[in-house]
């Protein structure tokens, strides 16, 4: 942790409404007012969701054993979302349908994963914008059910995620789905750097992410999704760097480091700041600010005084503020977007995309702090959520 930079959260929350003199364009640090101002965006209806949660019973993937599963009631399980009966062959193994979710396959512990991780990072955000300890201990049996407690807890691997019926028990793309553990893993970070976790069930916690992190470095499924060419890189990259961070794995950040530097920035992006693979897509729009986010995540988690991720640009001139400027027209005014329609989901993105919020911090850009501020903080639709992992931007001020 940077407990350095923690006087920012305590700012935010003796002085919420004090006013700050704009700063001019790419300033760096000075594009922290963008973080007071959203949190006063935020708070309301933050601390409305968060008191919402307090009695909530934690419930975990054990509470939704699935037949079609190869696994043990431990063990996460998801089906691949693009995936029909074939028909031609009913009862045969099932074939792909490009952007084109289908409602009958298995989703319960994808839904159970993904309710943690709104739980667990409102709860986190009500206490740094409250200093109400009510919010952080409400986080504590949610942690112990699925990390810790024998009857309740998820094994530390994505085995058998996104299986195909006929085809595959789990697939190495499964690992995308573990992206709801990130503001856990945040929220996690917080509650730490106050003291709020009992240190016995810190450190069982801690042991269940460098679990996590050793199957993700060391698996063929980990393996494979470490240089998968598209956004599956870009967020199992994301996902194992903040997971090391937390367990204190200094070896796999520092290749998350350099995975990101020399194969995914150059690998995926062009030289004007589009990603030609999620434009090929049948959802090109909302793989784009997907990958984008991820990107963004990427990073803001990799980054620290030594090395400077935000304004690192490859040798031919790719670099993530380019991306983000790529993409601001069409999230100004999506009418402009000179690619086909998403064939699902079009009319609900785009909706406050974290990469422009951190952007604008990082880079002193209003005109990105106001794409974020003006779409909702707060989206229902499942489809959207599903592609949201970080969704509580203020667990993430301050801490990197």
């Given at each position: 942790?940077?407990m350095?930079?923690?006087?920012?959260?305590?700012?935010?929350?003796?002085?919420?409404?004090?006013?700050?003199?704009?700063?001019?364009?790419?300033?760096?640090?000075?594009?922290?007012?963008?973080?007071?101002?959203?949190?006063?965006?935020?708070k309301?209806?933050?601390?409305?969701?968060?008191d919402?949660?307090l009695?909530q019973?934690?419930?975990t993937?054990?509470?939704?054993?699935?037949k079609?599963?190869?696994?043990?009631?431990?063990?996460?399980?998801?089906?691949?979302?693009y995936?029909?009966?074939?028909p031609?062959?009913?009862?045969?193994?099932?074939?792909?349908?490009?952007?084109?979710?289908?409602?009958?396959?298995?989703?319960?512990?994808r839904q159970?994963?993904?309710r943690?991780?709104?739980?667990?990072?409102?709860?986190?955000?009500?206490?740094?914008?409250?200093?109400?300890?009510?919010?952080?201990r409400?986080?504590?049996?949610?942690l112990?059910?699925?990390?810790?407690?024998?009857?309740?807890?998820?094994?530390?691997?994505?085995?058998y995620?996104?299986?195909?019926?006929?085809?595959?028990?789990?697939?190495?793309?499964?690992?995308?789905?573990?992206?709801h553990l990130?503001?856990?893993?945040?929220?996690v970070?917080?509650?730490e750097?106050?003291?709020?976790?009992?240190?016995?069930d810190?450190?069982?916690?801690?042991?269940?992410?460098?679990r996590f992190?050793?199957?993700?470095?060391?698996?063929?499924?980990?393996?494979a999704?470490s240089?998968?060419p598209?956004?599956?890189?870009?967020?199992w990259?994301?996902?194992?760097?903040?997971y090391?961070?937390?367990?204190?794995?200094?070896?796999?950040?520092?290749?998350?480091?350099?995975?990101?530097?020399?194969?995914?920035?150059?690998?995926q992006?062009?030289?004007?700041?589009?990603?030609?693979?999620?434009?090929?897509?049948?959802k090109?729009?909302?793989?784009?600010?997907?990958?984008?986010d991820?990107?963004?995540?990427?990073?803001?988690?990799?980054?620290?005084?030594?090395?400077?991720?935000?304004?690192?640009?490859?040798?031919?001139?790719?670099?993530?503020?380019?991306?983000?400027?790529w993409?601001?027209p069409?999230?100004?005014?999506?009418a402009?977007?000179p690619?086909?329609k998403?064939?699902?989901?079009?009319?609900?993105?785009?909706?406050?995309?974290?990469?422009?919020?951190?952007?604008?911090?990082?880079?002193?850009?209003?005109?990105?702090?106001?794409?974020?501020?003006?779409?909702?903080?707060?989206?229902?639709?499942?489809?959207v959520?599903?592609?949201?992992?970080?969704?509580?931007?203020?667990?993430?001020?301050?801490?990197?």
């Amino acid at each position: 942790m940077l407990m350095g930079k923690l006087h920012i959260i305590f700012f935010f929350r003796i002085f919420p409404a004090l006013v700050l003199p704009a700063m001019t364009p790419d300033t760096g640090p000075e594009g922290k007012i963008y973080e007071q101002k959203a949190v006063q965006i935020l708070k309301t209806d933050l601390l409305s969701r968060a008191d919402s949660f307090l009695l909530q019973p934690p419930v975990t993937i054990t509470a939704y054993p699935c037949k079609r599963s190869t696994g043990g009631i431990h063990d996460f399980f998801s089906e691949g979302d693009y995936w029909w009966p074939d028909p031609q062959n009913p009862g045969g193994p099932y074939i792909r349908r490009d952007g084109m979710s289908n409602p009958d396959n298995f989703n319960k512990h994808r839904q159970a994963l993904i309710r943690f991780s709104i739980l667990t990072g409102t709860l986190t955000s009500a206490w740094l914008v409250s200093g109400n300890k009510k919010y952080a201990r409400a986080v504590l049996p949610h942690l112990r059910a699925w990390f810790i407690t024998d009857s309740t807890r998820m094994n530390p691997d994505l085995r058998y995620a996104q299986a195909i019926k006929g085809r595959y028990a789990g697939r190495s793309i499964g690992i995308i789905d573990g992206i709801h553990l990130m503001e856990v893993a945040q929220s996690v970070r917080v509650l730490e750097e106050y003291r709020l976790i009992p240190d016995g069930d810190l450190k069982k916690i801690k042991t269940w992410f460098g679990r996590f992190t050793s199957w993700l470095m060391t698996s063929d499924f980990g393996k494979a999704e470490s240089t998968h060419p598209n956004n599956h890189s870009t967020c199992w990259n994301m996902q194992t760097a903040l997971y090391a961070l937390l367990s204190g794995d200094k070896r796999t950040l520092a290749f998350c480091r350099n995975n990101f530097t020399d194969h995914i920035l150059p690998g995926q992006m062009a030289p004007d700041g589009s990603f030609p693979r999620e434009l090929k897509r049948t959802k090109p729009y909302g793989y784009s600010l997907f990958n984008l986010d991820a990107m963004a995540m990427n990073c803001l988690i990799l980054s620290d005084p030594d090395h400077d991720l935000w304004n690192y640009s490859t040798p031919d001139g790719k670099n993530i503020k380019k991306a983000i400027a790529w993409m601001a027209p069409f999230v100004k005014n999506k009418a402009k977007w000179p690619y086909p329609k998403d064939v699902m989901y079009w009319d609900q993105w785009p909706v406050a995309q974290p990469a422009f919020l951190f952007g604008a911090i990082e880079f002193n850009r209003e005109e990105w702090f106001i794409l974020w501020a003006k779409y909702s903080h707060f989206p229902e639709n499942p489809e959207v959520i599903r592609n949201m992992p970080v969704r509580n931007p203020v667990i993430w001020f301050g801490y990197f």
